[in-house]
C-alpha cells in the first residue's frame, strides 16, 4: 500500500473534476487540512481550473495522465459526475493512488464492488464522501439514541428537498449518473441507516419524474428494522426548502435541523422534547464536516481497522440505493401489469 508514515510529509492530494460544489466545498476543506496538502487539479475547464489553481496556489492539469504520474499525488479526490466514477476510479487505482470519491461510488452495484475490488486487492484506500456523516450534529443525535434517552426507537421521519438545480446540472443527465436518488436519496438512506443499529428488513421505494426531465427528480421510502423501528425518508428537486430529521421514541423525540447539509446562513440544532413536552437544546461543535471527513480518510491511510469502516460504509450505501431502485422497479412493474 502506498501508505505515508504520520511523520511523513502531508498526504498530497489531487482532485478530479472541479464543478460548484468542489470549489465550493472541497477546495477549501482540503487547503484548509494540516493532515493534507492539495497538489493540484485537473479539469477541462481551462477557464475554472486556471482561478481555483491560481487562488489554492497548485498544480493544474488539463488531462489526467500528467496528474496520475506525479509521485507528489498518494490520493485523487474524485469530484467528476457519478457517472464517470467507475472509469475513472479504476485509472486512479491502476496508478497506484488511494481514492476519496464524491458520493456515491457508482451509479450501479456491479461498478461500486469492481472498485471496492480494485482497492482491496491492489491493497489502496477507498473512502465515499458523506460530509453529514462527520459532522458533530450526526454524533450529537448517535449520543441520544445510544443513551437511551428517547426510550425504545419507533420512528424516524426525514426530508431534504429543495428547489429545482440550473437545467444544465449533470444531475439531469442520465448519461452522466443524474438522478435524486443518487444524489440526494444517498443522504437519507445512508444517514438513516447509520443511525439505526438494527438490521434492516425491509426497504420500499417509489421515485417520481417530473414533466420534462429524463431522470428522477424525487422520491420517498419507506424502512422497517427487525428491532420494529420504522423510517419514512422524502427527498427531491422541485420542492420549498425541507433539511430535517425527527426522531421518536417511547420517552421522547428529537428535531435535528439543517441535519443534511449545512448552509452557512442555519446554524445546526437538535431539540430533544420529553414526554410532557418540556424542550431542551443539545449543545456540540459546528466544524466544517469536510474538513473533519479528510481527518478520517487520512487516518484510514494508516490504520486498517478505519479503512475497513470505510469501506464497509461505500458498499453499505451503494447497496441501499441498488435496494431503492429494485423496489421502485417492482413496483412500476406492478402498476403496469
Not at 30 to 56: E, K
Not at 113 to 136: D, F, I, K, Q
Not at 206 to 224: E, F, I, K, N, W
Not at 318 to 330: G, H, N, T, V
Request: glycine share 8%; aromatic share 6%.
Amino acid at each position: 500500500m502506498r501508505n505515508p508514515s504520520n511523520n511523513d510529509r502531508p498526504v498530497g492530494v489531487a482532485v478530479w473534476g472541479i464543478g460548484a460544489h468542489a470549489v465550493r466545498s472541497v477546495l477549501p476543506a482540503l487547503s484548509a487540512s494540516p493532515d493534507v496538502q492539495l497538489i493540484g487539479l485537473c479539469s477541462r475547464n481551462g477557464q475554472t481550473l486556471a482561478t481555483q489553481a491560481a487562488a489554492h496556489q497548485c498544480l493544474a492539469w488539463s488531462s489526467p495522465e500528467p496528474m496520475l504520474a506525479s509521485p507528489a499525488v498518494d490520493v485523487v479526490y474524485l469530484a467528476s459526475p457519478t457517472g464517470l466514477h467507475c472509469s475513472q476510479g479504476q485509472q486512479v487505482l491502476a496508478q497506484g493512488k488511494h481514492l476519496w470519491c464524491e458520493k456515491p461510488l457508482a451509479t450501479r452495484m456491479a461498478d461500486a464492488e469492481l472498485l471496492l475490488g480494485v482497492a482491496t486487492a491492489r491493497g489502496l484506500s477507498l473512502a465515499v464522501v458523506c460530509g453529514p456523516c462527520y459532522h458533530p450534529h450526526f454524533a450529537a443525535v448517535r449520543e441520544q439514541l445510544d443513551s437511551h434517552v428517547l426510550g425504545d426507537l419507533r420512528h424516524i421521519e426525514a426530508g431534504f428537498r429543495f428547489p429545482h438545480l440550473a437545467p444544465d446540472n449533470f444531475r439531469y443527465n442520465p448519461d452522466q449518473g443524474g438522478g435524486a436518488l443518487l444524489d440526494v436519496g444517498f443522504y437519507l438512506l445512508s444517514l438513516v441507516d447509520d443511525l439505526i443499529d438494527e438490521e434492516l428488513e425491509s426497504l420500499e421505494c417509489q421515485l417520481v419524474t417530473d414533466s420534462g426531465y429524463q431522470v428522477d427528480t424525487g422520491g420517498r421510502a419507506l424502512m422497517a428494522f427487525a428491532g420494529g423501528a420504522t423510517a419514512h425518508l422524502v427527498w427531491g428537486y422541485g420542492y420549498a426548502y425541507e433539511n430535517h430529521l425527527t426522531v421518536t421514541g417511547s420517552a421522547a423525540s428529537l428535531v435535528a435541523e439543517p441535519f443534511f447539509s449545512k448552509p452557512q446562513s442555519r446554524e445546526p440544532s437538535v431539540r430533544l422534547t420529553d414526554r410532557q413536552g418540556r424542550s431542551q437544546t443539545i449543545a456540540f461543535d459546528n466544524p466544517n464536516q469536510f474538513v473533519e471527513m479528510v481527518a478520517v480518510f487520512v487516518r484510514g491511510l494508516h490504520d486498517v481497522d478505519v479503512q475497513a469502516q470505510l469501506i464497509a460504509r461505500a458498499r453499505r450505501s451503494q447497496l441501499l440505493i441498488e435496494r431503492a431502485r429494485e423496489s421502485d422497479q417492482r413496483n412500476a412493474a406492478v402498476m403496469v401489469n
